[in-house]
C-alpha cells in the first residue's frame, strides 16, 4: 500500500538525516540530549500565562535548524499527526478560564485563550526540540548516550530492538500488501474478510524475521551490549555548546526579555 | 573440527528432519552438503551454532560440545552466511554492519576498519561501503550479507545457499574466494557447479540422513544417486 510504503520511506529518511553532516550533527549526543532536555524544561517550567515568552524561546530551535541545515517545515510536515493532538491538550482552557485578560478592538482577549496558546506553544517548542535531536543523532547513538547517563541497559537495548523492530515490521506489512494487491487487483485496502489472517500472518512473520534478526545479532557475538556505536569523546565544544545552552536558556529563563524590548520600544 | 554423532532433530515431534546424522569433518577441509528443498540442510547448519538443539545425539565444533556454555567461542569459531541475507543485515549501512561483529569481539577499531577495507576489495565491494542496506539490490545484499561474515575472520565457514541470486561475475568471485581460503567450510547450495568447484568432499542429505558421503568428484557424477534425491548432475557434467 503506498501509505505503508510512505511511511517506511519518511522512517528511513529519518535514519539518513540522522547520519549527514552539519555542526550539530557532529556535536557529542550527549551534549545534545542534555542541552534538548533542559530546553523542554524551561519551556515547560514557564507559567500557564507567559505567551510572550514564546517568540524568544522559539528563537533556539529556529537558529539550531538553520545551522543543522534541517528544514523546519519537514519537522512540522512529519509531526502533523502529532501536532492536532498537542493542540486537543488545552482546546478546552478557553471555555473555563473566562477572566478578561485584554482587549483587541471589539474582541475581548481571555485569559484561558492566552493559557491555550501558550500551551500550544510549549507543545510544539518541545516537539520541534525533540525532533532536531533524533534528526540529528542516530538513534544507536542516543542510546549509547542515555547509557553514559546510566540509563539502565535493559531499557536502551529495548528501545534500539523496538527501533529495529518498527521496521521489519513496516517492510513486512509492505510487502504483504503488495503480494495481497498484485492477486486482488481494483481492490481498495484490503477487503475486510482478510483482515483477520492479514493481521495474524503479519504479526506471525515480523515475529519470525526479529526472530532471525536476532539471532544474526547473537551469531556475531552480540550478548546485550552495543559495541558498535563508539561515540566520540566529549570534547570542549561539546562542553562550550551545553554550558552555553544552558546559561543563555537561563538568561532568558530569568530575564523577562520580551517585556525589556517591549519597554524599550515604548520609551 | 566439526562432528556430528548420531544427530536427530525434529521441529514438531511427530516430523523429524534429520535422525541419526553422523559425520565428521576435519580442519581446513571443504565439504559440500547437498539434497532436495527440505532435507535439512539449513537445518543442520543452524544446530552446528547451537540456533536449534539436537532432540538426542552430539555435536561437536573445535572440539567443544555445543552447549550453552559454550556457545560465545563456538560463534566466534564459526560463521555463518544465512540463507536469506535480509534476514543476515540488521544495521544501516554495510560498513556498520561488517563492523557490528568484530566490534562484540573486542577488535580494536582501527583493526576492524582495516579488515572491512580488505574484504571489500576482496570481494570487488569497495563502493558498496557506505552504502545502505535497504537500498541495495537483492544480489548486492548476499555479497554484503558474504562480507558481513567473512569479517568476522572465522576458523569455520558455514554457508547457505553463497550463490543464490548472484549474476555470473559475483558468482564466479565467490567461487574464487571460497577456493582461496584454507578455512574449515561446509557449504550448503543447490549449485551443485559451484559446490563441485569448491569442495573435495559432498555429503548428501535425503530422508533426514545421510544417503552419500564421499569425493566430490564421485558423489557429483553419481547420475543415479543425485536423481534418486531430486537432483541432477552438475551442468557441466551433462551432456
Ligand atoms: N521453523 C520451522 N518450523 C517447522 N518446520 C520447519 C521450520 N523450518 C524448517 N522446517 C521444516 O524442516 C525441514 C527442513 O528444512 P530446511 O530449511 O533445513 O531445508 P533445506 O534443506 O535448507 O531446504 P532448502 O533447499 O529449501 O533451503 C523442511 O521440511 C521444513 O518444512
Ligand atoms: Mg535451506
Given at each position: 500500500m503506498e501509505r505503508l510504503d510512505r511511511a517506511l520511506g519518511e522512517f528511513r529518511q529519518m535514519e539518513e538525516l540522522a547520519v549527514s553532516d552539519s555542526p550539530i550533527h557532529r556535536l557529542h549526543p550527549l551534549a545534545k540530549f542534555l542541552t534538548t532536555v533542559l530546553y523542554i524544561l524551561i519551556v515547560v517550567s514557564y507559567p500557564k500565562y507567559?505567551?510572550?515568552?514564546?517568540?524568544?524561546?522559539?528563537?533556539?530551535?529556529?537558529?539550531?535548524?538553520?545551522?543543522?541545515?534541517?528544514?523546519?517545515?519537514?519537522?512540522?510536515?512529519?509531526l502533523r499527526y502529532i501536532l492536532p493532538l498537542v493542540c486537543a491538550v488545552g482546546l478546552f482552557n478557553p471555555f473555563f478560564d473566562r477572566t478578561p485578560a485584554f482587549q483587541v478592538g471589539a474582541l475581548t482577549v481571555t485569559g484561558g485563550m492566552i493559557s491555550f496558546l501558550t500551551l500550544l506553544c510549549k507543545g510544539v517548542l518541545c516537539l520541534t526540540a525533540s525532533f532536531l535531536l533524533v534528526a540529528t543523532t542516530r538513534f544507536d547513538a542516543l542510546c549509547a548516550a542515555l547509557r553514559k547517563l546510566h540509563v539502565p541497559s535493559l531499557l536502551t537495548n529495548l528501545l534500539l530492538l523496538t527501533y529495529r523492530y518498527i521496521t521489519v515490521l513496516m517492510e513486512e506489512a509492505s510487502a504483504m500488501t503488495t503480494a495481497y494487491h498484485l492477486r486482488a487487483p481494483g481492490q481498495k485496502g484490503i477487503h475486510i474478510s482478510a483482515w483477520g489472517s492479514f493481521l495474524g500472518q503479519l504479526l506471525l512473520r515480523s515475529?519470525?524475521?526479529?526472530?532471525?534478526?536476532?539471532?544474526?545479532?547473537?551469531?556475531?557475538?552480540?550478548?546485550?551490549?552495543?559495541?558498535?556505536?563508539?561515540?566520540?569523546?566529549?570534547?570542549?565544544?561539546?562542553?562550550?555548546?551545553?554550558?552555553?545552552?544552558?546559561?543563555?536558556?537561563?538568561?532568558?529563563?530569568?530575564?523577562?526579555?520580551?517585556?525589556?524590548?517591549?519597554?524599550?520600544?515604548?520609551? | 573440527?566439526?562432528?556430528?554423532?548420531?544427530?536427530?532433530?525434529?521441529?514438531?515431534?511427530?516430523?523429524?528432519?534429520?535422525?541419526?546424522?553422523?559425520?565428521?569433518?576435519?580442519?581446513?577441509?571443504?565439504?559440500g552438503l547437498i539434497g532436495a528443498n527440505g532435507a535439512g540442510k539449513s537445518t543442520l547448519l543452524q544446530l552446528i551454532?547451537?540456533?536449534?538443539?539436537?532432540?538426542?545425539?552430539?555435536?561437536?565444533?573445535?572440539?567443544?560440545?555445543?552447549?550453552?556454555?559454550?556457545?560465545?567461542?563456538?560463534?566466534?569459531?564459526?560463521?555463518?552466511?544465512?540463507?536469506?541475507?535480509?534476514?543476515?543485515?540488521?544495521?544501516?549501512?554495510?560498513?556498520?554492519?561488517?563492523?557490528?561483529?568484530?566490534?562484540?569481539?573486542?577488535?580494536?577499531?582501527?583493526?576492524?576498519?582495516?579488515?572491512?577495507d580488505e574484504v571489500l576489495a576482496r570481494l570487488d565491494l569497495a563502493h558498496l561501503k557506505d552504502r545502505y542496506n535497504h537500498k541495495l539490490s537483492g544480489g548486492e545484499r548476499r555479497m554484503a550479507a558474504i562480507a558481513v561474515v567473512l569479517c568476522l575472520e572465522p576458523e569455520i565457514l558455514l554457508m547457505d545457499e553463497p550463490t543464490i541470486t548472484l549474476d555470473p561475475k559475483n558468482r564466479r568471485r565467490v567461487i574464487t574466494i571460497t577456493q582461496s581460503l584454507t578455512q574449515t567450510r561446509l557449504i550448503a547450495s543447490h549449485d551443485l557447479d559451484m559446490i563441485l568447484d569448491t569442495c573435495s568432499r559432498v555429503i548428501l542429505l535425503a530422508d533426514g540422513t545421510v544417503a552419500a558421503d564421499g569425493p566430490a568428484d564421485e558423489v557429483l557424477r553419481d547420475r543415479a544417486l543425485l536423481e534418486a534425491h531430486g537432483l541432477e548432475l552438475p551442468l557441466r557434467l551433462q551432456g
Open positions: 507567559a505567551l510572550r515568552a514564546m517568540p524568544v524561546m522559539a528563537l533556539f530551535p529556529i537558529l539550531l535548524y538553520q545551522i543543522a541545515r534541517i528544514p523546519l517545515s519537514l519537522c512540522f510536515y512529519r515475529m519470525d524475521r526479529a526472530e532471525d534478526l536476532f539471532r544474526a545479532m547473537q551469531l556475531r557475538g552480540w550478548h546485550g551490549h552495543f559495541h558498535y556505536v563508539d561515540l566520540p569523546s566529549f570534547t570542549a565544544r561539546d562542553a562550550a555548546y551545553v554550558c552555553g545552552g544552558a546559561a543563555l536558556l537561563a538568561l532568558v529563563r530569568l530575564v523577562d526579555i520580551a517585556g525589556l524590548v517591549g519597554s524599550l520600544l515604548v520609551r | 573440527m566439526i562432528s556430528f554423532d548420531h544427530v536427530s532433530f525434529a521441529y514438531e515431534p511427530d516430523r523429524p528432519v534429520l535422525s541419526d546424522v553422523s559425520f565428521s569433518i576435519g580442519a581446513g577441509e571443504a565439504v551454532l547451537g540456533l536449534l538443539a539436537p532432540t538426542a545425539g552430539q555435536i561437536l565444533v573445535g572440539g567443544l560440545p555445543v552447549t550453552k556454555e559454550n556457545l560465545r567461542e563456538i560463534r566466534r569459531k564459526a560463521g555463518l552466511l544465512m540463507q536469506s541475507s535480509e534476514n543476515q543485515l540488521f544495521l544501516p549501512t554495510v560498513r556498520e554492519d561488517m563492523a557490528f561483529g568484530p566490534r562484540n569481539y573486542m577488535v580494536s577499531a582501527e583493526e576492524t576498519e582495516r579488515r572491512i
